[in-house]
């Protein structure tokens, strides 16, 4: 007996030095810039990169070669998964370059991507071998002179447009942490926002978008002009064209709005978990909003991110957790501040810079039961995450009034009221891409299999594209929408130009 219990913790001792040598392997790996791993060059696209370079006039337009010093920044993503080394990247700096640039690349059918700000999960959604169009001379914030819209460039990122905002009393529906860009997050599906409750997703309030089609036409897209086009691009992703300029709808602001993280230890998750659901059944409040992630990071924990419009909730808006001393925060950033300073402040990119994935799941309501079985899946997934490679194991739980009474007809329908769940995995190890990816597959499968069991119809609660995982069926994101869209794409890309870029293959 006394050598199996010195055997048994010498042998978990092992497992987890191996699993923590595979890790740390991973990691080296990924330390290794992309431009300097062992690549072919593709002669023919080189030919392209160097004609773009010929052809690109403009002042501050360019096209950037692996060994600049530009070069990773321009083709690193969030997730390092999501990076290629490219041929070249060309850097347009006025949509006449864009033109000059896609004319090269239609005609001479070189593989191509955009990319804004490199937040895209799918690999290929913003990456390629081929061409990369690097989109940092569009980050452009213009305010019109009545504050009623905003000129808002793909490579920003909502941080810069709520700091180009603040004090003029006005805001945006926008993305809800830091380093989330403008461009993939509008044409993605939406995206969501804590400003849902009040004006729905983003690309509800999308007035027009200045893009350049697949054949190099400049022209703009709005309910107006070329109207099947505008339908289109909100969540239709990258196959209509290069976008350069999104003209927004403004909202009121007060300038200060109350909320921020708070980091909860694993003897919390049961009373969070108590909140989300009293919160989500019975807030009626479209100013607030509560997103909290159940976590596995090597213990179960949760972070629950808050928002209020406005500088002070009333007494009981998020009425289970107000009482610190009963649910006790590890980490309490819930105050009243900024919408620049509430969305930096939540540091999302401490998981970047690793191999990961989204997923997710639509609901028509959280239960208790499924809540039980997220923070389960959540628990069994963590236990084994040290033996491949895992570092976050995350599901982040959306609760949303109503909002379809401000939902516009557009590609991605989304006038059901469905509630995004999405899940959140990272590791470091490329050999095991694959077991995590089918894992989210499975978790979700189980989520949505439960839901259907206590009587909710997902028919018609269409997946949220930003979130869904490269091979999931377009039925499933698209449903009725998807004839009307490859329509569209066929009518404005006969040449099949966007065809050369990736997205979902509709």
């Known amino acids: 007996m006394r050598s199996v219990l010195v055997t048994v913790p010498f042998l978990s001792c092992l497992v987890v030095a191996l699993a923590f040598l595979s890790n740390w392997t991973a990691a080296f790996d990924r330390r290794v810039p992309v431009y300097i791993q062992k690549r072919f060059v593709n002669a023919t696209e080189l030919q392209a990169c160097q004609a773009i370079a010929s052809a690109m006039k403009t002042p501050g337009s360019k096209v950037v070669y692996p060994l600049d010093l530009t070069y990773a920044s321009l083709i690193e993503h969030y997730m390092i998964s999501s990076t290629q080394a490219s041929t070249c990247v ?13 004319k090269i690349i239609g005609t001479r059918r070189i593989r191509f991507a955009v990319k804004g700000a490199g937040h895209a999960s799918n690999q290929g959604w913003s990456s390629t071998p081929g061409i990369a169009f690097g989109m940092t001379n569009f980050k452009q ?90 339908w289109a691009i909100r969540g239709g992703g990258n196959k209509f064209g290069i976008i350069y300029n999104f003209k927004l709808q403004t909202v009121p602001s007060t300038n200060q709005i109350y909320g921020g993280i708070r980091v909860y230890g694993p003897d919390q998750v049961e009373a969070v978990k108590n909140a989300t659901l009293d919160f989500s059944e019975n807030s009626k409040d479209p100013k607030a909003s509560l997103l909290p992630t159940f976590n596995y990071l090597l213990a179960p924990g949760v972070i629950a991110l808050a928002f209020y419009d406005g500088p002070n909730p009333p007494a009981g808006t998020f009425r289970q957790l107000e009482d610190t001393t009963k649910v006790r925060p590890l980490v309490d950033g819930w105050k009243t501040q900024s919408q620049t300073q509430l969305t930096k402040g939540i540091p999302s990119d401490l998981n970047g810079n690793q191999r990961g994935a989204f997923h997710t799941v639509s609901l028509q309501k959280y239960s208790k039961e499924l809540l039980d079985l997220i923070i389960a899946e959540s628990k069994k997934y963590g236990a084994i995450a040290p033996l491949r490679s895992a570092t976050l194991i995350s599901y982040d739980v959306e609760p949303f009034l109503p909002y379809s009474q401000y939902a516009k007809d557009a590609a991605w329908p989304h006038n059901t009221n469905a509630l ?39 028919d018609d609660q269409y997946l949220y594209p930003n979130y869904a995982l490269r091979d999931t069926p377009l039925s499933s994101l698209y449903g009725p929408n998807l004839a009307r869209l490859q329509a569209i794409k066929k009518a404005n890309d006969p040449q099949d130009v966007m065809g050369l870029t990736t997205y979902f293959p509709f």
């Open 90 to 102: 060309a850097v347009p700096a006025s949509p006449q370059d864009i033109s000059a640039a896609i």
């Open 141 to 230: 914030t213009n305010l019109s002179g009545d504050k009623q819209t905003i000129d808002v460039g793909p490579a920003n990122v909502w941080d810069d447009v709520y700091q180009s905002l603040d004090g003029s009393g006005r805001s945006v529906v926008g993305g809800r942490v830091s380093g989330v860009g403008v461009g993939g997050f509008i044409t993605g599906g939406g995206g969501y926002s804590y400003l849902t409750n009040q004006f729905g997703v983003t690309g509800d309030t999308l007035v027009s978008a200045d893009l350049v089609r697949p054949d190099g036409t400049i022209t703009t897209a709005s309910a107006s002009q070329n109207p099947d086009l505008f």
């Open 420 to 458: 995004p769940l999405n899940l959140y995995f990272a590791w470091t190890n490329p050999l095991e891409d694959t077991f995590w990816q089918n894992a989210m597959k499975t978790s979700a499968a189980k989520i949505t299999a439960l839901a259907r069991q206590q009587g909710q119809n997902l």
